[in-house]
């Protein structure tokens, strides 16, 4: 990377909130030498603290060697014999917890009454419904190492499937239900998967999601879906294949509960996640067992300080199971923890915008996972809807998927924490199987936009090209230099690229795991993430993170939402393109209005950032590009404002005519 421009944020650096003193006294880690102390030692004495550590887990055999690693291969715990499902449940049952709640699930529409309906799960309810299911599964064929497709609404049934599979050692491919029917079959195909688990619908502000329709039209385009087991939601007419297609009922019912969890391999494939690339198909993340089930439990123990058998604890992520968020931080991190983690069926406004602050209220949630798209949209739908109910409880917050720009974690850290929530900001992909920077709640002193300091077991650094560790406040590639249990072993199917996306930026000798985001480090030793390389826009030799551009659009204080992109620009070499959502009316194109506004945001950036990191074109549009789990479609955005004609896939966006729009906003 050039020569960083080294931006400050006058919104962020000059606030820093440290952990309430009460909640320090009772957290895992309680001062920051403290934390210090530990992070040394997991990077120094990695066989001993993992030691320890993995102890914390049930393994049916030990594990001989803690770590084998010739870059970029991991296998960790290598030996060893565990289970994902034993340990998030039938572990918890077997040392006298099975009454404990393990799962909270509320539907999204009421009753009759107009009350909400809620099911409890304790672990011992869990046991039976996982292993009746894993029967189910194997009176299907499904045996060990196949590839079992599941594609549900946010019922329990998502979560009995997912720990099913895992119990008798098949490989879950779980696909978020906003998904398309081309989606789903590309993933079969991938996987290689014979079975199809789903819904015949699923509920989302009010209407019926056809999910059973969209594995029909899948099925129809490829012969290796022999089996769709279909669980009854939403008593919506569906069609139905003899043969091929079973009701959840039925196959449960032809079965015993009596299915003991598999011996697994540490290093035997647990499941595979699809994540979109910049190019091409999707690639399907490659987790295995050992690895990912220690870390997945100690970044979950770490971030929300949890506790388990605490009666007060309630855990709530508003991620879907179908993302790695669900995975590690709904069930494989939480369920070992023994706190009860809640999972909501439907959309965060329905009936009302209150929707989850009711539910925090009810259900006395005390530590509460969002992502900053949500967060802006409850800024948007106004301060009275949160001030209408008590949310005293809460104790942790935290934000998951995209920076969080300073002005939305202020209103997060005031309008719903009181301002005496830690916030944990956390960095991390499906590919790092669980948090690698954040803040951890009894130690941190937070800043708002920055994810803090690497977690326990994580050696992160800022580098230039040549892989040497920049200065201060320098914008540079982050990498991390040192294997950790939950990376991902591999793109299924797929060993170049692999390589090619992961390791070949720095010679692969040096072990350099690139997520291709870039960052810098301050003079507090906080890490901030300047958005993904592509999107650390260097304009006229100066490297601008679009991040910091769209939270100073945002502070100004007429915008509500903006999305910040890099295109190609004849003196610049890049020049700086801003899709903003006004709080209020959106300004017609070409009117007076627009142009009075984009003066004065241009003014406020150039105020507040310096000239360089102006925008040279800024469009007003009443929503941006996003797919069904609320990330911005950036590629999308950069074509827009080069002026191309769009011609990559939108299959995955929530609203496709929101790029029309966009195209004849300037």
């Known amino acids: 990377m050039s020569e960083s421009s080294n931006i400050e944020s006058t919104l962020s650096e000059d606030r820093h909130f440290p952990p309430p003193a009460e909640f320090a006294q009772q957290a895992h880690l309680k001062s920051v030498d403290g934390y210090k102390a530990l992070h040394k030692r997991s990077i120094e004495d990695p066989e001993g603290f993992w030691t320890e ?10 594990w001989d060697k803690v770590l084998e690693w010739n870059a970029p291969d991991a296998k960790w715990f290598v030996g060893g014999k565990a289970n994902l499902c034993y340990n998030a449940v039938d572990r918890q049952v077997s040392e006298g917890h099975g009454d404990a709640t393990a799962i909270i699930w509320e539907a999204e529409p009421m009753d009759e009454r107009g009350e909400p309906i809620v099911t409890k799960l304790t672990y011992h309810d869990l046991m039976v419904e996982t292993a009746k299911f894993a029967n189910a599964l194997k009176a299907k064929g499904v045996k060990q190492g196949d590839v079992v497709t599941i594609y549900m609404g946010m019922v329990p049934e998502l979560a009995i499937a997912t720990l099913a599979c895992a119990r008798i050692g098949a490989v879950h491919s779980v696909i978020f239900g906003g998904f398309s029917s081309q989606a789903i079959k590309d993933r079969v195909e991938d996987g290689d998967s014979k079975i199809i688990i789903t819904c015949d619908g699923s509920y989302r502000r009010g209407k019926v999601v056809p999910l059973k329709d969209n594995v029909d039209e899948a099925a129809a385009q490829t012969d290796l879906v022999d089996t769709v087991i279909v669980y009854q939601r939403c008593n919506n007419d569906i ?13 449960m019912n032809a079965v015993d509960d009596h299915c003991p969890c598999e011996e697994m391999d540490s290093e035997d494939l647990a499941f595979i996640l699809y994540t979109s690339g910049s190019t091409g198909k999707p690639k399907g993340i490659m987790h295995t067992t050992g690895g990912y089930m220690v870390w997945a439990a100690m970044t979950s123990r770490l971030t929300f300080d949890l506790h388990a058998g605490d009666e007060s604890e309630v855990y709530w992520c508003t991620a879907d199971i179908g993302w790695i968020t669900g995975h590690t931080y709904i069930l494989y991190g939480i369920l070992p923890n023994r706190v009860p983690t809640i999972m909501y069926e439907g959309a965060p406004n329905h009936p009302a915008p209150d929707r989850l602050w009711d539910m925090v209220e009810r259900h006395k949630v005390t530590k509460f996972y969002t992502a900053p798209t949500a967060i802006r949209a409850f800024m948007k739908w106004g301060d009275e809807h949160p001030r209408k109910h008590n949310l005293s409880s809460l104790k942790v917050l935290g934000t998951v998927g995209e920076p969080i720009n300073p002005e939305a974690w202020m209103w997060y850290h005031n309008e719903i924490g009181g301002g005496n929530c830690p916030i944990a900001d956390t ?9 690698m920077l954040t803040p951890l709640p009894g130690v941190t002193t937070t800043t708002p936009g920055s994810c803090c300091q690497p977690m326990i077991g994580v050696d992160a650094a800022v580098v230039n090209s040549e892989g040497e560790e920049v200065g201060t406040n320098e914008g540079g590639i982050l990498v991390i230099r040192k294997p950790w249990p939950g990376m991902l072993r591999g793109i299924y199917g797929d060993r170049d690229r692999y390589i090619d996306t992961y390791w070949s930026k720095f010679p692969i000798e040096k072990g350099y795991y690139v997520p ?3 960052a810098r480090v301050d ?10 390389i592509d999107d650390v826009i260097v304009v006229a030799g100066h490297n601008i993170g679009t991040m910091e551009v769209e939270s100073t659009l945002v502070a100004e204080g007429t915008i509500a939402e903006a999305a910040v992109v890099g ?4 003196v610049k070499g890049n020049g700086i393109a801003a899709f903003c959502i ?14 009075a506004l984009k003066k004065q945001l241009t003014a406020y950036c150039a105020k507040e950032m310096g000239a360089i990191c102006k925008p040279d074109q800024i469009r007003f549009t009443q929503a941006l590009p996003k797919t069904r789990s609320g990330k911005i479609m950036r590629r999308l955005l950069r ?17 496709k005519s929101i790029v029309e729009k966009l195209q004849a906003s300037e």
């Open 639 to 655: 074509d827009i404002a080069a002026g191309k004609e769009i011609t990559s896939d939108v299959s995955t966006l929530e609203d």
């Open 53 to 62: 550590e993995a102890s914390n887990q049930y393994w049916f055999k030990p």
């Open 427 to 435: 960095w991390w992909q499906t590919e790092t199987g669980g948090h």
């Open 582 to 595: 006004p709080k209020g009316d959106t300004p017609a194109p070409g009117s007076d209005e627009a142009a």
């Open 567 to 570: 295109y190609p620009h004849d």
């Open 239 to 251: 069609a139905w294949t003899e043969g091929r297609d079973v009701w959840w009922r039925d196959a």
């Open 523 to 532: 003079e507090n030793g906080n890490f901030w993430i300047m958005g993904r």
């Open 516 to 518: 291709a985001d870039g």
